[in-house]
């Protein structure tokens, strides 16, 4: 008893720093912005008093619209983020020790420049007399010229990505500068190392002989990749969702920049409560009204997958039972 | 030669400098129980991976069944193979790692649960079907991966030390079992090892493998009883050896001359000529020691020469005993087939006897 009350405290003094650290600088400052959401404001960008006629502003019809958007775009860079971290991280792992750190402090090198000058960069490569927009031009011609000899599955897919409508390309496309393709494009651009990151930490300790083995036992390389690999790096994948997620939902800066008057999302539109408007807790609002957006669903999922793993685990329980009685009986 | 159930021929692979298999040609029989004997780093599990499909030759080729499978991915022959770290898949249970094969073949759901149910049974794991790989013992785990291995009836299964990785009675437990699964099944196995006990009690024929090169295939009694080499003799068991020329040949039998030690008499089954350098291996358990010299109707001929006994270690079944003669240690072991402790003991600097009948004796590698 004794050494375990002992223990227990060696364990919260260890944990402290780490607590308070969260507690300042996570929970007290939600706490405002949640009081804040039930304030009204000054005319000179100060909180006013107590009311509920914040909130009763945000029924503002164009805010649906704007987080939809926002978790879509999220959902979207997340998807291409992991599908190209995935080849990657296999890539790095499987390379010799030595290269391995190397190429994965290449990755890292970019973090090295400023990231509002690297954004600006891209303003710069995507400009309507860039050769990338150049490219892209003829890119879009060939689809629409060759649109309809395409076979149906690959038509289907330039309408899913947004390429295509359903007769020829869609000439709205025509730039890529001020539209959601930039916007989707450099996110995926900047937040990709943070995709690649904890797929690699996890693949470094995946054993590959399981590759082998696969392929032994007659998988082809991609199954196996698929069948193996991937549930064997999940965990990476998982820190790499959120990695990816979570800022996107809240960036500001690259849709500011590359998205035009197209693609404003929610961040902008905090960004333009708060310094624009200075309406603290307009802006308080609609952040909280984010963050409930995506914890909840979220939340539910986690909720969700336990249930599931757990009625897994005892189906096998009973499968076993089953299995164990049936063979005690012939 | 192509005929045959498996032939390697001509096989060489290289590693930047090192030859790790060195133009090997062997043929295995279909059914049989063949195993690859050898030191550690001589090229077996290359050997292994080369017929499975991990490693092309760089020159040679491997035909199965009449077959080129010499290029052909591993995904595409049908060889699998029990790894040495068993490699189960983590993620799923042992009913999904058994049937991973079955699956891929896209086999009916109802002969896929028949087949890995009558396999679960065979190794005696059906209660633990529905576990995962990290809560298994290492004997299970490795009775999982064979069973995985076996279950959509390979043409070859191929071992990798599957038993390195067990402690002694689970080995020799494991061994009987392998057998028996070998009897079941009827599949042409090959066994890798660098334990010439296992490879001695299970296999049909052997290869002795050194540095890339087989030194010696033959049913495991010829191998021990006749080693083509002087590496050979001593990697499978003990002996002694005494080297040294040949000063006469008389019928059968010569007369050796090793270096500081008495003239030995030899069968003779190479038909050496006087004057060439052999090297004589005698096991152990062929050289008796009395403390007195044996009577004259053992036999004319017999090597007969005193020795001086220096070590001893008793082990209940047998003794093992070194003794020192002329300028050479010789090991030599008794079995104990009669009550011990009616017989005169030997003990440490004792003057006794050891000896030999010249047929018991093998001339290994002249020069
Ligand atoms: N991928 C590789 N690259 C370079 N050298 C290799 C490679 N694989 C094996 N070797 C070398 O080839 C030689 C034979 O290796 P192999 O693994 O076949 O030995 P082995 O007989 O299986 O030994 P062990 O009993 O220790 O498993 C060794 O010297 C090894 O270092
Ligand atoms: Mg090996």
Redesign the interface.
Known sequence: MNGRKSSGKAEWLTTMPSLAWLALFFAVPSVIVLAFTFHGHTANGGVGEWSLSTWRELVDPDYPTIVWKTVRISFEVTFWSIILALPCAYAIARMPKRWRSVVAGAIMLPFWTSFVVRVFAWKTLLHPDGWLQACYLTWLKVCDWSFGWLPGFLQRFLVWTGFATAGHVDPSLATILDSETAVVLVSVYTFLPFAIMPIYTAAEKF?F??L?????????NF?SFRK?FL??V?QGVVSAVLMVFIPVIGSYVIPQMLGGTECILIGNKIFMRAMQNRNIPHASALATLMAVTVLVPMGAAMWWKRRQEARDRRK??V??NR??TS?GAS | MKDDFLVFDHVTKRFGALTAVDDVCLTVKRGEFFSLLGPSGCGKTTLLRML???ERPDSGRIYLEGRDITDL???QRR???V?Q?Y?????M?IWDNIA??LK??KKEKGEIEEKVNAILGMIQM??????YPNQLSGGQKQRVAIA??LV?RPQVLLLDEPLAALDLKLRQHMLIELDAIHDQVGITFIYVTHDQGEAMSLSDRIAVVNKGRIEQLDVPAKIYEAPSSRFVASFIGDTNFFSGEIVSVEGDYCTIQPEGFPAISAYNDKNLKAGQRVDLSVRPEKIRVTLNPPLPEKGAGINVFPAKVKDIVYQGVYTKYWLQSGGMRVSALKPHSRFLLDQEAITWNDDAFVWWHPDDGYMVEAK
């Open positions: 054993d002989s399981l082998e083995a696969a392929r032994d036992l007659g998988a082809t199954y193996i549930p064997g999940r096998l329980d499968r076993t299995l164990m063979g | 499975g499909g991990f991915p591993p995904n060889v699998h193979t790894f770290n490699a189960l898949f983590p993620t249970t991973f094969s891929l073949a059906s209660e633990h079907a529905w576990k995985r291995a959509d």
